[in-house]
């Protein structure tokens, strides 16, 4: 927002600037599960930007429609949650997390894997890698949400001459040993590493919090967890603490068991969350320009493995309907941690 714009003048800009299609679809899917007439719905929907600076999607993602605005103002919306990052995230530092060569040399200690840049190794050091092993992941280099991931087979390959021109033309920046999941964690989903979004914020002191882990799992024979299922689990005892939501957290869909494994969820106890929480505090620390990170950790038959970290946190993920008694959102623990965060 430029220092001449208002803030109405601005929420109305990013308003008017939302896709007219998507915001058609959000109003119906408003109407639908809450019944009330789409007229009301828009003029709640502005009403929110305004207020809370809620989009169309959080709008429907957190259910406003049943939320009174005591509640509707305890949320990390969207717009509230780019103030945060803005405010604790120094973007000359933004690079180390959105290019996933660098993050892995920055925080090697903290992977639990080898890799190889693709951009800075010999291909006979890439055939070498391939020779010793059986899978290999592949990555491209600034995507998200498992975008462009590929769990690779060395066997569907004649040679390491065949791979390697076949992730060269591919556009591979980073091959990887694959994250194998804790024996416990693997009954429920076995094809993807299953992970934590764990959430971090390193106070004016210099001191690292972890305040919120989500428990996310692949579904329908994906190689990522991201579209599966996810909830938050208990930092003291690792315990799935209600019904999981679906990858898409508009759609309001809730699990009680896994519906691959048909384990069941709730009381479901992630292995290792206490190491995973100190483990996630000291990564906080490493880039102390970036106050504010979402960390994808994996729990491994050797303890905790931090698949990436995220400049930019789901802001969903942690505030979800039928996830938060009371209906009520995130922003009292910010408040207590960091209380120069202004919204």
């Not at 992977?111 to 899978?135: A, H, P, Q, Y």
């Not at 001459?161 to 694959?178: L, N, P, Q, R, S």
């Not at 691959?260 to 009381?267: E, M």
């Not at 000291?282 to 880039?287: D, E, G, I, N, S």
Request: with cysteine; glycine share 8%; aromatic share 14%.
């Amino acid at each position: 927002m430029n220092k001449k714009e208002s803030k109405m003048g601005y929420y109305l800009r990013v308003f008017g600037g939302a896709s007219l299609g998507k915001l058609q679809n959000r109003i119906n899917v408003a109407h639908e599960r809450s019944g009330k007439n789409r007229a009301f719905i828009l003029f709640d929907m502005m009403n929110s930007l305004i207020r809370y600076g809620a989009g169309y999607n959080d709008y429907v993602t957190f259910e406003f429609w049943d939320l009174s605005h005591k509640q509707r103002d305890t949320y990390l919306t969207r717009l509230r949650s780019k103030k945060l990052i803005s405010q604790l995230n120094n973007p000359d530092y933004a690079y180390i997390f959105d290019n996933k060569n660098t993050f892995n040399k920055v925080f090697k200690d903290y992977i639990g894997r080898e890799f190889i840049d693709l951009e800075d190794t010999s291909k006979e050091d890439v055939i070498e890698f391939f020779n010793n092993r059986d899978k290999i992941f592949g990555k491209m280099k600034d995507l998200s949400c498992g975008i462009g991931c590929e769990l690779i087979k060395t066997a569907d390959y004649k040679d390491g001459e065949e791979f390697y021109k076949y992730i060269t033309e591919k556009g591979y920046a980073t091959i990887e040993d694959v994250i194998e999941n804790h024996p416990e964690i693997n009954k429920l989903y076995p094809f993807s590493a299953n992970t934590i979004r764990t959430i971090t914020i390193v106070d004016a002191k210099g001191e690292a919090h972890c305040i919120y882990m989500v428990f996310k799992m692949g579904n329908n024979f994906r190689v990522v967890d991201n579209f599966g299922l996810h909830g938050p689990v208990d930092m003291e005892t690792g315990e799935f603490l209600f019904p999981a939501h679906s990858g898409d957290t508009t759609a309001g869909q809730h699990f009680t068991e896994h519906p691959y494994s048909h384990i069941p969820l709730v009381g479901y106890k992630v292995p290792l969350i206490k190491e995973a929480v100190e483990f996630a505090k000291k990564a906080a620390l490493v880039v102390p320009e970036m106050r504010y990170i979402g960390w994808d950790i994996a729990i491994t038959p050797n303890g905790p493995a931090i698949i990436e970290g995220n400049n930019y946190n789901a802001h969903d993920f942690w505030q979800l309907p039928g996830q938060t008694p009371g209906g009520i959102g995130i922003l009292a623990v910010l408040d207590e941690l960091i209380p120069e965060f202004k919204y």
